[in-house]
């Protein structure tokens, strides 16, 4: 498999992450932003975005979806159950991480990449996903389910990263209990702006 990437890129990590815990074969096309514009690469993902993913013939771009297919082809049945109040709920979760949890990776655009955004927006979305998540993983070690399954994997980059985003997470010890869980599996890989817990 080939997985076009750039290492400041949490979508891209999330991929990298998975394939590790999956124990896949894979290499990496590093990628420039404007390289991203070029048309050879909008032949393959027309949004202009990484990660994509070439496994074969199959191209496939956005991490939710990248996820979802390594999941079922390559991982066992517990990454993405396929009975339906689970699947649910590991969907449910994944919309988390492109809904609140984006407001904590615009924020970290914002001040890691001086993207022209406005920050206050994005800061207070961010800090909802950082509430809500603290609320839930009080009670629970998994984010979807009473295991690890792709849900945590979606959510996990953009929330390690929110001290780029000059949001601490010390005030967050259920969430820094969870990370510590994600750290602590098997073939785990940091990123870069990723603390150890
Ligand atoms: N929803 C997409 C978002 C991907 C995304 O935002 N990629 C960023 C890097 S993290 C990118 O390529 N941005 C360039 C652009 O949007 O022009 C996914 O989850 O894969």
Not at 70 to 91: H, I, N, Q
Not at 171 to 179: E, K
């Amino acid at each position: 498999m080939k997985l076009y990437f750039r290492e400041v890129s949490g979508n891209a990590y999330k991929v990298r992450l998975f394939l590790e815990l999956l124990k896949q074969d894979y290499e990496l096309e590093m990628i420039t932003g404007p390289e991203q514009k070029a048309p050879e690469f909008l032949a393959l993902n027309p949004r202009g975005q990484i990660p994509v993913l070439v496994d074969g013939d199959l191209c496939l771009s956005e991490s939710i979806g990248i996820l979802v297919y390594l999941a079922r082809k390559y991982g066992d049945d517990s990454w993405f159950p396929t009975d339906p109040v689970a699947m649910a709920e590991v969907l449910g979760w994944m919309g988390f991480a492109a809904d609140e949890v984006k407001g904590l990776a615009l924020a970290r655009a914002i001040k890691k990449l001086k993207r022209p955004m406005n920050y206050e927006d994005n800061y207070n979305l961010g800090m909802r996903a950082l509430n809500t998540l603290e609320t839930r993983m009080k009670q629970r070690e998994w984010v979807a389910l009473d295991h690890v399954t792709i849900a945590d994997i979606a959510v996990y980059p953009y929330v390690g990263l929110a001290p780029d985003a000059e949001i601490s997470l010390e005030g967050f010890p259920a969430v820094r209990d969870w990370m510590q869980r994600i750290q602590n599996l098997p073939g785990y890989i940091d990123m870069p702006g990723i603390d150890r817990i």
